[in-house]
């Protein structure tokens, strides 16, 4: 049974440009969430989604952010006109109901905004 | 203010010594979760306690939860270079949206050969 997947692994995007990070979960699993941890910075809940809905989108910035998760496919965060700030490892991770069950997280995707 | 303290924030220790980490809420905890992240890679999962008192093991390590169900440690016996890693706790709360986990900072772990 293959992990979580994410790709690509290191994104480089110029300021201004979009950036698109994909999450296939584990075999399985309907939940997906994705986490941001920034340098020297603890990691931290962006958003939760089923599969065709967002349940949580509390830690997601309010501007420039999105995500989804269709019926086929992995799910996806899009970070448009990117700046500096964005640079960060972001991951991905996923569970097969959500509550007390354990998450399970990809490798992540490191993007570099120059 | 941070939810989750975690101490020591690093920790370096001679192989073959114990260590502990602990994870420290300033809330009751729903459910706590121990991973271990090696650098420039994503997050293991090592363990998940929920109820006050728990205990689990998986090899040499060994994760605990108080009965108050706020503070948590995670021992470690006979280190290995392979401990090597940050290690991160992270919570769910009660009233907190599920799947949202809350983390702490990590204690990033060197063992000397």
């Known amino acids: 049974n293959a992990g979580v997947m994410q790709n690509p692994r290191h994104l480089v995007r110029r300021r201004g440009q979009e950036a698109r990070l994909r999450c296939s979960p584990m075999k399985g699993h309907s939940h997906v969430y994705w986490y941001r941890q920034l340098p020297e910075e603890g990691l931290k809940f962006m958003v939760y989604l089923q599969k065709e809905n967002i349940i949580d989108e509390s830690g997601m910035p309010k501007e420039r952010f999105s995500a989804e998760f269709p019926k086929e496919g992995p799910s996806i965060l899009r970070i448009q006109q990117v700046v500096r700030g964005d640079s960060a490892a972001y991951f991905c991770?996923?569970?097969?109901?959500?509550?007390?069950?354990?998450?399970?997280f990809g490798p992540g995707t490191r993007l570099t905004v120059t | 203010s941070q939810e989750l303290e975690q101490s020591p924030q690093s920790l370096i220790v001679q192989e073959g010594k114990n260590l502990t980490i602990n994870c420290t809420s300033s809330?009751?905890?729903?459910?706590l979760y121990w991973y271990k992240q090696k650098y420039g890679e994503g997050l293991i999962f090592l363990m998940m306690?929920?109820?006050?008192?728990e205990e689990k093991s998986h090899e040499k390590i060994t994760a605990k939860l108080d009965e108050k169900k706020q503070q948590s440690s995670l021992h470690i016996t006979a280190s290995q270079p392979s401990h090597a890693g940050i290690y991160l706790c992270g919570a769910e709360f009660y009233g907190g949206s599920q799947g949202n986990l809350i983390f702490g900072k990590g204690t990033k772990l060197s063992v000397k050969p």
């Open positions: 306690l929920q109820k006050g008192g």
């Open positions: 991770a996923s569970s097969p109901i959500p509550g007390t069950y354990e998450q399970y």
């Open positions: 809330k009751t905890l729903y459910g």
